[in-house]
């Protein structure tokens, strides 16, 4: 028996938790964030659980512990009826492989098959790596459970209508992986020709910022007649080699990830496309860069709608204060940015990319609340009052 | 505040744990060995505890998280009411140093001060070499405390005659230190004349095995008026230089800690001094060398009785079916080390040697289970038949 | 003042070696590969010299140390006069930044300017990330040396017409850099255009084998008609995270650098673009790939013509009986690759895409050896029946 | 065949160099110190020579590789006739053992033999360790040859009176080892002997500051009937355990070496018995922790004459400004170090406890520069006023 829920990207490289519990060993990896973590795990060390790392995933772990359920995976549902948030979760045991996505699927997980063995894995493209096949996608709410006599399927939870998270579309998911029914590179193609039809504008060429940006580029590309080229490179091993040691040389203006390709931007009027902005402070380098190496015009577009609200369920999103799109308005951001033009895809354009006609105000078809503010779950340690903070500093009793 | 458990061997120098508790930080660490700590454990993982790791301290830690008194303090009480064995423990919180002494004083623990501050260690040699003063020894089932506002003595268990380890004088703590009123120096010295007294024979020098035979060889050579010399040189560096690497080297039959030294030995009656035997792998090989440095005769002789049974508080013995003592009688053992004679100091003449008549057989002054077989405190894990071994290869429900 | 030989590929991130010679320190930093290195570090030995590496680089700093010129400069000309091949080199001494290039320039260099600094650099993208200008190329021949009263351009050796290495456009430099004149990107595009010109197929796709393929594929694509689509994804993370450790996972046929995008793929009939094929093993792979995500028809497209003889001035060729080129015709090469068809661009062709009528065949334009077998320099040390091997294993004398 | 050059110290814990010269491979190993090889540095690295290291065994090997010699025996000769100082060397090659000491002998070097093979080794005791048998003393000026074939003996200097250090038996060598016919403990108790008969005092016992003070001690106290106690310990573990990183507790002024014993101490007439004083620092350290530990008087002794000049010969003493000894006569240095009385062994006394009546004028039997300022050899470097001092900061030419 083998698992694997490492997708495709860094960012769900997670690290597996290890216990060993009255029922036996239990390891357990997590994908997701949870949103009521913190309230739970103050009410489990008053109780007197002591915990190891600040990992969320800890938290499913002591509650499992302290479950006085007859076996394992009553005991594992028995903490899950207790957590809020989003959670791709894999477990394994002496005897089992567990596999749970949480009620609205807002993290995907899938189920392939390797010589006759069940994987699980965030990505499909986890299963073409180690060369196994792909069985299905694991629903929201279902729990796999494998064992050497076969594989069954519970479903723990009420029934709730499914919200997975439009972010893996747009950005954080492979191109190469597949899922609910979508290849993510034809939705970022689509994308990108969405993005052309709503706000064309008359250049020489279309640059993608890469490597996020190139699906939605050649979309776009396609869709406008005009010529897609690589106009930035990367630079891969800038990271790793000679740069790091010289606080020195970088403080003369190093480009740590990017550079321009003079060839195909000096002269040009540029679009330049890239899957979202921020911050935005890369995308001020990148523009600048652009003008440095002698582009014309700069009209940028965005292949997502303005990112105006945080994530709370696994995406790397800095405070609402931070975001760009929370600060200005379109011009503002045009401003700040430097370029001749900027354009985002709307929301209907997004769910029209994805094969609807638009988002359904009533019963979304996908949890879009970095674009809408509309959250699918309690915010409950964000919004608690009591947030009490453990710390050396305080000696309560 | 500062605190210190390392005494001055390196046996002591103890790992200290820490944990977030509801109440504060709290970090531990502890010298000694408890004997029901395994029962405990796996009471408390059923419980729904996690254990970070395999060490006994952990399970006072998990007592004191989970205990529901109404501080700190009573919250660590709790959890050492529940514990049996051996234990000097240091712990400190944000505002509080805490230092216990097991109800018979098996371990010392020692209080000292510098610059105002309390510290505790387990030898006063500790406080010698940071500079502090000697306060006074912590009795056997005293609790410290000690805070900004002073330091608080407390006697959370009922009164009970104190058996300190006599293990401690004769081999543990270091020649330097002195406790329980007696220098462990002048004990060893003691020790040797006591053993000249019992057992001399005719020789030209007495040589000490180095360093721990030392002090007893000084002390019976006063006593028997033979000459004092250095027999035997210690490698110090060996260990970490150029024999590391080559097991080839090891195989031509490197000496690792001893060389004998020949000027001395050669042709000469020797009385070999040495603190104690436990297995008598080293005084074999050490004898050997001797002869083959042209002694003429080797007489050994040994500063405590025969060790018959195994140490379960603190003191690294191996299982009672490898100590020489309790395979063999005195002549199988004379026989087996290879010397022309061998002779033991009597139970007795141990007493003697700290000063008293002889062992108190209804309430023996120390606890001296290495050589009579009579342990001080139940050995609930050893004798256990539950016995429950947590592992990954049992899934239990 | 600054220096820096690091090009914008891994290959060109050289070690510098040191010395203090009788002139002072002495850094030297080395692109390409000498040709007589290994004959005249057996004559410096016989004399005397001892060798910490066994770098080429070394060579010519021994030759330093031993000439008995006036200055620093003339003994490092004095050692350049004994050197044959392929050479890019920067030393810097105590004074003085020196930067020399071969008399053919089979390697490049090129020099910049940061804060009124010289720099030098295999490449322009180099300046590009330090935020350097540039100034020009060194030509084929020359030698620059900067202190801080200027630069000053010295000729050492006698003329001769220039021999570029073709391979810097093909594969070896970045797309982002200049040189000679020509954008490596423009070049790359131009190849795959004037391959489009040569051999064009029906097809659905055109796809690139990323990263090395997709200029070639983007200029085929357009001269073609047919859509250039990202039909295989480059596993960034794959090497150093969660494959690493596991030979077992290996073993179940891991794809350690692609993944196929089924998404394009499936169903297709493809037109597979790379620079050049060497051993051909990766092709088979890749190809294999392609075929197993569905496609329908494979057509291989190289923008290089077949690798007949290794390189020796510092590209990493395997000798000459791993190259495919020299084991199989077209149709052999087709087959063992396993593709519906194989093209390569032809020897013409390739300098057409630079700009000429074709290939000079009394002086061609640029050293192409690995197509021709024209090796530009001697070849002494593959040709040499000496090659006296120093060895631990030997005792001469 | 096997080599040892590491003796029974630290100090002569070599790193063997390594080179592939023409001849072929050659690794050799030193102990000692050479008094020209800056000069002949200067001089090599002027011709060419590059040096990996700033290790005077490098100037030999650099020497040995420039010889145009028939044969590597030869080559190394010629080395050797160009240097000087002191050196024990053993060099191996892929056919050859060789081991030589310089002319006057005044580093050892002995020959042992094991399974037949023969060994080189500093001292006695690393023949020990290892296990094999002392054959004899390589003589001073010899060069001993092994190959399979046999040992051969060649003298390949003029012949002159030998002059052995004699600060390897008051302090270097290891106790247990033997040469020139004497065993080192036996001298150290002979000059501790030799000291009480020369400036005895009344006093309770005889104390020696341990390790290298103990066999002196032992002499004096039989000598002079005081009881020899172990009054100060040292600190085995400290430096490499809880002290370490604490740059504070260090500051609370940690005895990192040394504790005192006080049960030895308190109330006491020590007499405080040492091998030597350089510096006096450690001394007074020392003699502090007396007094503090409750000593009545204090008396030093010391077992070698006073250190007035620096050693150039492999001994690490400090530059002659820093040695008491050439700062204060004896009241000064009594005064300095604080105690009650300070005596030193005269030179006369030190060559009784060698054996002889006292020291040759003409033709002494040792060399004692430390103590006469009597070098048996050229001082070239240091006297040299050229002193080409090698560095980056300057470019000659």
Chains 1, 2, 3, 4 share one sequence.
Request: charged fraction near 20%; charge should be negative; proline fraction near 6%.
């Amino acid at each position: 028996m083998r698992y694997s829920t490492s997708g495709g990207t860094l960012l769900r490289n997670v690290q597996p938790l290890f216990a060993d519990l009255w029922g036996g060993g239990f390891a357990i990896a997590h994908n997701g964030n949870l949103t009521n973590a913190r309230a739970l795990r103050s009410d489990l060390v008053r109780q007197g659980a002591i915990f190891q790392s600040t990992s969320d995933t800890e938290t499913i772990l002591q509650l499992t512990a302290r479950s006085q359920k007859l076996n394992t995976v009553e005991r594992f549902i028995d903490a899950l009826r207790q957590i809020e948030g989003a959670y791709s979760l894999v477990v394994l045991t002496n005897k089992k492989l567990i596999g749970v996505r949480d009620p609205l699927g807002i993290r995907p997980l899938v189920l392939g098959t390797l010589a006759g063995a069940p994987i699980l894995a965030s990505e499909t493209v986890a299963l073409d790596i180690i060369g196994a096949d792909y069985v299905r996608d694991v629903e929201p709410g279902e729990m796999i459970v494998a064992t050497k006599d076969g594989i069954e399927s519970l479903h723990p939870f009420p029934p709730q209508r499914p919200r997975p998270c439009v972010f893996e579309y747009i950005y954080f998911a492979r191109p190469d992986s597949q899922f609910g029914g979508h290849s993510v590179y034809n939705v970022r193609k689509a994308l990108g020709a969405q993005l052309a039809a709503e706000s064309n504008v008359e250049a020489d060429v279309v640059v993608p910022v890469p490597d996020s940006g190139v699906p939605a580029a050649i979309g776009y590309a396609r869709a406008s007649g005009i010529p897609f080229e690589l106009g930035i490179i990367r630079n891969h091993y800038v990271g790793r080699t000679f740069i790091e040691p010289t606080q020195q040389i970088r403080a003369l203006g190093v480009k740590l990830k990017h550079n321009a390709n003079r060839a195909v931007v000096e002269g040009k009027r540029i679009i330049l496309v890239d899957d979202s902005i921020v911050r935005g402070t890369t995308s001020v380098k990148i523009v600048k860069m652009m003008y440095e190496a002698g582009a014309r015009e700069v009209h940028m577009r965005i292949a997502s709608p303005p990112i105006t609200h945080p994530d709370f369920y696994g995406i790397d999103t800095p405070e609402q204060e931070q975001l760009l799109a929370a600060n200005y308005d379109l011009e503002g951001m045009r401003a700040y940015i430097g370029v001749d033009s900027l354009a985002f895809i709307t929301v209907d354009g997004l769910y029209r990319a994805l094969g609807y006609e638009g988002r359904d105000p009533v019963y979304p078809q996908f949890t879009d609340h970095c674009f809408t503010g509309d959250y699918p779950t309690p915010l409950t340690d964000k919004n608690g009052t009591q947030r009490h903070q453990l710390s050396l500093l305080a000696e309560i009793a």
